[in-house]
């Protein structure tokens, strides 16, 4: 089976500052005096946040005399993105960020300085098929190689959601992470796009002064923005919460999750200033009073990841989940069990709501083809010099590149293994293109890797210096953009590897080692991934659907919704505020002010669930839909087959309808006052029936009256035109008869023997 890269293919859970737990019976403080349990938190040296106070007309007061009092400048403005007054500021030397915290804040013209604070991904642990993705659709059977299978139902009712809508019509939702693979095929036509910049751009590399593509270097944003939106019913891959959407990304996290403070606060207001109604955040970490006030001036809603430490928040808060704003909604992760997933923060005061977030199935990066500048797939002399004890391996397959095995001793301490190139590459400055460091890696082994560029002139300066556990048993493609090195005419590069001594195999391989121009998708990838990083995009899919439906609502509607309509879940008691997981098709149907029958593009099987009002109950009730010459029809039985209704036949419950539309529309009803019982006598073999109630219940309870006389119950899914999954009385898995019987919604039902359908509990 394959496995993730574990330190660039993560399965992420979160992202957050850096970080140790306190002790527990008490917590330390911020650099502003913020109650928090990160002791030490890092941040940037050299520079700080300011944020000015305005003055009574409105206007900003001016910090220029202050920063040129202590020789301090400024070098970010985020007035250019809708936050007045705020303004990152490089420091002299001569001050620490302790003493410019005290100076700023000591000033009556500025309302708070804080620490530029640096943010770090949390990890866990870690289709083209969409039974993999159990967090949609939960049938009670496997989802992935060697686990056990998950619980029938737990799930955020996506198949039934979809019937609702798969699209958020126009809502833009921003993926504020490590970027998106921007050419992913099941990606790249829901990802939204810009030409302010005079280049057509997918979203903003916050990382970068030119403006560049977002490119997803590590993994993790690609992953999140998959589970909001993989592109659906396209025959390829996995399927996203919402099929059809706009997502927005915005890397702010660099090639293995880190940032920081003042990019997230950067990527928070472009999001809002271009319009971004849902902002998803699977980072977390200490009280910023930057970011709480973006927030708050944000009509967005912002979707929050809880973390990923099995701490409760009440006690120890991180943020922005913990932000008491009305605009903010907290997430847990459950597993496929309808369990709170082990590694999941909780606070039944400060988390609002549940959603998978284990072994979640999702996008990665691509695998790409490359224009080469350079490559030496042999790995000869004259290019590269070899440290260490390399075997060199030929490729096992026609055309396979050589690749170099490291061969590790049991009693290796702390050796130094490295591949240098032995002269520059010469990078055309005419292209107008962003040259690629590129290479393949298999290993398994625990220690460092440090990648290092020099132009031939200076020193070797770092790109990569990242201490992790490598794991990954078939070759996978990793890339550096090489933005920040474009500018030199010429490079060359150096990979170092140092296992370090106590947990070694003796696997590490890599080949491929290239320079060049980014082309074409030559595979698409997908994998699994845990954390409430993958549950709060769940969410913020599910957000998405609701703001597409109902535009008009706000951020704190739209949370409500979500909060209101969760399903209850004792492992969620006590541990949010909800106690429920969420429900993507209890939450749009919340959403319905008027009794309909909804109708999709083509034929349509439907039902009423009660007694319709006198006047409103016949046929004409559909009288309005564009049916292209269709009639509606009515299956008498085995013997007489359909029937064409006329304007003036009655509609009644229990029984199924046929109806052809051209369009997507809504058939209004009006059920009567009156309460009398109904029944319906139905024969041996297959009927088309409905149900009895104007919300889900189980198949099982449906059909009570009928005993052990029916078999199956075949319902049909009108927003992709084929019949769903039969239900089998006494089934396990998704052919359950503990699965609902929808509302509005006709069914093909076969019994063995006369019986009577009798609406009510039994």
């Given at each position: 089976?394959?496995?993730?890269?574990?330190?660039?293919?993560?399965?992420?859970?979160?992202?957050?500052?850096?970080?140790?737990?306190?002790?527990?019976?008490?917590?330390?403080?911020?650099?502003?005096?913020?109650?928090?349990?990160?002791?030490?938190?890092?941040?940037?040296?050299?520079?700080?946040?300011?944020?000015?106070?305005?003055?009574?007309?409105?206007?900003?007061?001016?910090?220029s005399?202050?920063?040129?009092?202590?020789?301090?400048?400024?070098?970010?403005?985020?007035g250019t993105?809708?936050?007045?007054?705020?303004?990152?500021?490089?420091?002299?030397?001569?001050?620490?960020?302790?003493?410019?915290?005290?100076?700023?804040?000591?000033?009556?013209?500025?309302?708070?300085?804080?620490?530029?604070?640096?943010?770090?991904?949390?990890?866990?642990?870690?289709?083209?098929?969409?039974?993999?993705?159990?967090?949609?659709?939960?049938?009670?059977?496997?989802?992935?190689?060697?686990?056990?299978?998950?619980?029938?139902?737990a799930?955020?009712?996506?198949?039934?959601?979809?019937?609702?809508?798969?699209?958020?019509?126009?809502?833009?939702?921003?993926?504020?992470?490590?970027?998106?693979?921007?050419?992913?095929?099941?990606?790249?036509?829901?990802?939204?796009?810009?030409?302010?910049?005079?280049?057509?751009?997918?979203?903003?590399?916050?990382?970068?002064?030119?403006?560049?593509?977002?490119?997803?270097?590590?993994?993790?944003?690609?992953?999140?923005?998959?589970?909001?939106?993989?592109i659906?019913n396209?025959?390829?891959?996995?399927?996203?919460?919402?099929?059809?959407?706009?997502?927005?990304?915005?890397?702010?996290?660099?090639?293995?999750?880190?940032?920081?403070?003042?990019?997230?606060?950067?990527?928070?207001?472009?999001?809002?200033?271009?319009?971004?109604?849902?902002?998803?955040?699977?980072?977390?970490?200490?009280?910023?009073?930057?970011?709480?006030?973006?927030?708050?001036?944000?009509p967005?809603?912002?979707?929050?990841?809880?973390?990923?430490n099995?701490?409760?928040?009440?006690?120890?808060?991180?943020?922005p989940?913990?932000?008491?704003?009305?605009?903010?909604?907290?997430?847990?992760a459950?597993?496929?069990?309808?369990?709170?997933?082990d590694?999941?923060?909780?606070?039944?005061?400060?988390?609002?709501?549940?959603?998978?977030?284990?072994d979640?199935?999702?996008?990665?990066?691509?695998?790409?083809?490359?224009?080469?500048?350079?490559?030496?797939?042999?790995?000869?002399?004259?290019?590269?010099?070899?440290?260490?004890?390399?075997?060199?391996?030929?490729?096992?397959?026609?055309?396979?590149?050589?690749?170099?095995?490291?061969?590790?001793?049991?009693?290796?301490?702390?050796?130094?293994?490295?591949?240098?190139?032995?002269?520059t590459?010469?990078?055309?400055?005419?292209?107008?293109?962003?040259?690629?460091?590129?290479?393949?890696?298999?290993?398994?082994?625990?220690?460092?890797?440090?990648?290092?560029?020099?132009?031939?002139?200076?020193?070797?300066?770092?790109?990569?210096?990242?201490?992790?556990?490598?794991?990954?048993?078939?070759?996978?493609?990793?890339?550096?953009?090489?933005?920040?090195w474009?500018?030199?005419?010429?490079?060359?590069?150096?990979?170092?590897?140092?296992?370090?001594?106590?947990?070694?195999?003796?696997?590490?391989?890599?080949?491929?080692?290239?320079?060049?121009?980014?082309?074409?998708?030559?595979?698409?990838?997908?994998?699994?991934?845990?954390?409430?990083?993958?549950?709060?995009?769940?969410?913020?899919?599910?957000?998405?659907?609701?703001?597409?439906?109902?535009?008009?609502?706000?951020?704190?509607?739209?949370?409500?919704?979500?909060?209101?309509?969760?399903?209850?879940?004792?492992?969620?008691?006590?541990r949010?505020?909800?106690?429920?997981?969420?429900?993507?098709?209890?939450?749009?149907?919340?959403l319905?002010?008027?009794?309909?029958?909804?109708?999709?593009?083509?034929?349509?099987?439907?039902?009423?669930?009660?007694?319709?009002?006198?006047?409103?109950?016949?046929?004409?009730?559909?009288?309005?839909?564009?049916?292209?010459?269709?009639?509606?029809?009515?299956?008498?039985?085995?013997?007489?087959?359909?029937?064409?209704?006329?304007?003036?036949?009655?509609?009644?419950?229990?029984?199924?309808?046929?109806?052809?539309?051209?369009?997507?529309?809504?058939?209004?009803?009006?059920?009567?006052?009156?309460?009398?019982?109904f029944?319906?006598?139905?024969?041996?073999?297959?009927?088309?029936?409905g149900?009895?109630?104007?919300?889900?219940?189980?198949?099982?309870?449906?059909?009570?009256?009928?005993?052990?006389?029916?078999?199956?119950?075949?319902?049909?899914?009108?927003?992709?035109?084929?019949?769903?999954?039969?239900?089998?009385?006494?089934?396990?898995?998704?052919?359950?008869?503990?699965?609902?019987?929808?509302?509005?919604?006709?069914?093909?039902?076969?019994?063995?023997?006369?019986?009577?359908?009798?609406?009510?509990?039994?």
């Amino acid at each position: 089976m394959k496995k993730q890269i574990f330190w660039i293919l993560v399965c992420l859970a979160g992202l957050s500052f850096s970080f140790g737990l306190a002790d527990d019976t008490g917590y330390s403080t911020n650099a502003i005096g913020i109650p928090n349990f990160l002791p030490d938190p890092p941040y940037v040296n050299g520079s700080i946040l300011v944020q000015a106070k305005s003055n009574s007309d409105g206007t900003i007061q001016t910090l220029s005399d202050i920063n040129a009092a202590i020789g301090a400048e400024v070098t970010r403005d985020y007035g250019t993105v809708g936050i007045s007054g705020l303004s990152l500021i490089a420091l002299p030397d001569t001050i620490s960020v302790p003493d410019a915290i005290r100076y700023y804040s000591g000033n009556p013209a500025v309302a708070y300085a804080e620490p530029d604070y640096y943010v770090r991904a949390l990890k866990t642990p870690d289709d083209p098929q969409f039974w993999r993705q159990w967090g949609l659709s939960n049938t009670g059977t496997p989802f992935k190689e060697n686990t056990s299978p998950g619980l029938s139902g737990a799930d955020i009712s996506a198949l039934h959601g979809w019937n609702e809508t798969t699209a958020t019509h126009g809502t833009i939702i921003a993926v504020l992470d490590t970027g998106v693979d921007i050419g992913h095929p099941d990606l790249a036509k829901n990802l939204w796009s810009s030409s302010e910049s005079g280049t057509i751009l997918h979203g903003i590399n916050i990382l970068e002064d030119k403006p560049v593509e977002p490119w997803d270097d590590y993994g993790h944003g690609t992953h999140c923005a998959g589970v909001i939106g993989m592109i659906g019913n396209n025959g390829e891959g996995g399927t996203g919460v919402a099929w059809n959407t706009t997502i927005m990304p915005i890397k702010v996290l660099n090639y293995f999750g880190n940032g920081k403070l003042s990019d997230l606060a950067f990527g928070m207001a472009y999001a809002t200033m271009h319009d971004a109604s849902v902002i998803s955040c699977s980072f977390g970490g200490e009280y910023s009073r930057v970011m709480e006030d973006i927030i708050r001036q944000s009509p967005a809603l912002f979707v929050c990841s809880a973390g990923n430490n099995e701490v409760d928040l009440n006690r120890y808060p991180q943020y922005p989940a913990c932000y008491n704003l009305s605009n903010v909604i907290a997430v847990v992760a459950t597993d496929a069990q309808d369990h709170l997933s082990d590694f999941s923060n909780y606070g039944n005061r400060t988390v609002h709501v549940g959603a998978p977030g284990s072994d979640i199935y999702s996008t990665i990066p691509s695998r790409y083809s490359y224009t080469p500048l350079f490559e030496d797939p042999t790995f000869s002399e004259e290019n590269f010099t070899l440290t260490g004890n390399w075997t060199r391996n030929p490729g096992t397959m026609p055309g396979e590149p050589v690749s170099l095995q490291g061969v590790l001793p049991e009693d290796l301490f702390h050796d130094t293994y490295s591949i240098e190139m032995n002269k520059t590459v010469l990078i055309p400055d005419d292209t107008g293109k962003i040259p690629y460091l590129v290479w393949d890696i298999k290993s398994d082994f625990w220690g460092s890797l440090v990648i290092e560029y020099s132009n031939g002139v200076v020193n070797w300066t770092p790109l990569w210096d990242y201490t992790a556990y490598f794991e990954e048993d078939d070759w996978r493609q990793l890339f550096i953009p090489c933005n920040s090195w474009y500018s030199d005419p010429s490079y060359k590069v150096r990979f170092s590897y140092q296992p370090f001594n106590g947990v070694i195999k003796n696997d590490f391989s890599i080949r491929n080692i290239m320079i060049g121009y980014r082309g074409e998708v030559i595979k698409p990838e997908y994998g699994y991934m845990s954390g409430t990083s993958m549950a709060a995009p769940m969410v913020s899919g599910m957000a998405g659907l609701i703001k597409g439906i109902e535009p008009d609502l706000t951020a704190e509607e739209v949370k409500q919704v979500i909060m209101d309509t969760t399903d209850p879940l004792p492992s969620l008691q006590e541990r949010t505020i909800t106690g429920g997981r969420v429900n993507l098709s209890t939450a749009q149907k919340s959403l319905k002010k008027d009794d309909i029958i909804p109708l999709y593009p083509g034929w349509n099987h439907v039902s009423v669930p009660s007694r319709l009002k006198e006047g409103y109950d016949t046929a004409q009730i559909f009288a309005s839909v564009n049916s292209s010459g269709h009639s509606v029809l009515v299956y008498v039985n085995n013997s007489t087959g359909y029937k064409t209704l006329s304007m003036n036949d009655p509609v009644v419950p229990l029984q199924g309808y046929w109806v052809y539309s051209t369009s997507t529309m809504a058939v209004p009803v009006r059920f009567s006052d009156q309460i009398k019982p109904f029944s319906r006598e139905i024969q041996a073999g297959w009927s088309s029936v409905g149900g009895w109630m104007e919300t889900d219940i189980s198949a099982k309870e449906t059909f009570h009256s009928l005993m052990n006389t029916w078999s199956y119950a075949t319902g049909y899914d009108a927003v992709v035109q084929q019949y769903e999954e039969p239900i089998i009385r006494g089934g396990t898995g998704n052919q359950s008869d503990e699965r609902p019987i929808q509302p509005y919604h006709g069914y093909w039902l076969y019994c063995s023997q006369n019986g009577t359908y009798q609406a009510g509990f039994g």
